[in-house]
């Protein structure tokens, strides 16, 4: 039997899976989809992702297992994130990493030998990495990482970390994680520059989070406000996402002719609502479904805004690829990698600078923007996510590497 002819069995390795909404949900079920994939087996945790609680359906009894085509899922008893408090979070952390150590530990004894390859989704929690490792060394197979975030400058934008102590240790374990991986998927151009220089000899690639088309609710309804030039922000409301000075230096336009949908949830939320309580502001909470396409579609241009700390600044938000995907210009308040993209693609107007004398002349320069002049952004953004986001382009990308 030729090598292209023998099927691959992946191991997929990810804290968060379906119906959590992240972009590993599309990689895994279209791999499946690909004609060289025998079996995808998913190892998660019980879904809790800003649910505050298991989602519906799901409890301390399980469902632990899950048959779909070609789609095997394990997932794994946890403590959910009852809060966005430390505890709370610390609390998920240890009991994912004891709940994935045993198991990879009985799993190995049992599966030795009927697998290929696993690659781990590596945002949050850091270990998750080195989980991935240790289960491949038990395994005898090969290991590759997904770089979502990286610490300890994730933890510091979040949480505003500054012990320069636990700092350097997190960030003594984040380049051991990267040095012993077999192979690095990097989901920006930006961080794999940096991981080569750094690893020159090592197996590294950008692979963009994908995207696919019919995640996007379609309709003919019109939601636009021709009166209105309408800014939304779509995510997480945290540390990280520096909204509080987007937020300033639009309360301070004070014009009838701008409104701000924010549509998200997060640690500051709450306190951002209570502070920012003009009428053209409008806080939506957590969207999805119609609700949030209806935002989407009445949108003139999306806010991307991230306090980006160090390394932190060579990571691309996953909304990115939302946006491109919907023709809308980006309003980007961000330096690094996110920043560079959008420059380089013409797909919105952007400042690296933060502070709210340059985000109100940004605010400005949107405002004075023509309808075609923001059609060609919108059409730039839209043609790099047809070139380099598809799903199918980048299943083909992974196969080949590995």
């Not at 879904?47 to 609680?53: E, G, H, V």
């Amino acid at each position: 039997m030729e090598k292209e002819d023998i099927k691959k069995n992946i191991i997929i390795f990810t804290p968060y899976y379906d119906p959590e909404p992240f972009p590993i949900n599309t990689f895994v079920q279209d791999l499946s989809k690909n004609s060289i994939i025998n079996n995808v087996k998913v190892i998660t945790a019980l879904p809790n992702y800003r649910k505050y609680s298991f989602y519906d359906g799901y409890s301390f009894f399980g469902p632990f297992t899950k048959n779909e085509k070609n789609i095997s899922i394990t997932r794994l008893l946890i403590i959910p994130r009852y809060s966005n408090s430390s505890i709370s979070i610390l609390l998920f952390y240890i009991s994912f990493f004891l709940s994935s150590f045993f198991f990879f530990i009985y799993f190995a004894l049992r599966n030795r030998n009927k697998y290929d390859h696993i690659l781990t989704f590596c945002g949050s929690p850091i270990y998750v990495g080195f989980i991935g490792i240790f289960a491949s060394k038990l395994m005898n197979i090969k290991s590759s990482q997904w770089i979502q975030d990286i610490w300890p400058e994730a933890i510091q934008t979040t949480k505003g970390l500054k012990n320069k102590y636990i700092i350097n240790i997190i960030n003594f374990f984040q380049i051991k994680m990267w040095k012993y991986s077999d192979i690095i998927f990097s989901e920006s151009y930006s961080l794999t520059k940096y991981l080569k220089s750094n690893f020159p000899d090592k197996k590294i690639k950008t692979l963009y989070n994908p995207v696919r088309e019919k995640e996007i609710y379609n309709s003919n309804e019109n939601f636009h406000k021709d009166d209105k030039l309408i800014f939304s922000y779509t995510g997480n409301i945290g540390g990280a996402q520096n909204l509080e000075k987007i937020l300033e230096a639009f309360s301070d336009l004070n014009s009838s002719k701008f409104e701000l949908h924010m549509c998200g949830d997060g640690p500051l939320l709450n306190d951002l609502k209570k502070k920012f309580i003009q009428k053209n502001i409008f806080w939506h909470g957590w969207l999805t479904g119609r609700e949030l396409d209806k935002v989407y579609k009445q949108s003139d241009f999306f806010i991307l805004s991230l306090n980006s700390e160090g390394r932190q600044s060579l990571i691309l938000p996953s909304k990115l690829q939302t946006y491109f995907q919907l023709k809308k210009p980006i309003f980007c308040v961000a330096s690094g990698a996110v920043k560079e993209l959008i420059d380089y693609t013409k797909s919105g107007i952007t400042t690296e600078y933060d502070d709210k004398k340059n985000i109100i002349e940004l605010f400005s320069k949107a405002m004075k923007l023509t309808n075609s002049e923001r059609t060609e952004m919108a059409d730039n953004g839209f043609k790099f996510y047809e070139k380099n986001f598809k799903s199918e382009s980048i299943i083909k990308e992974f196969i080949n590497f590995i």
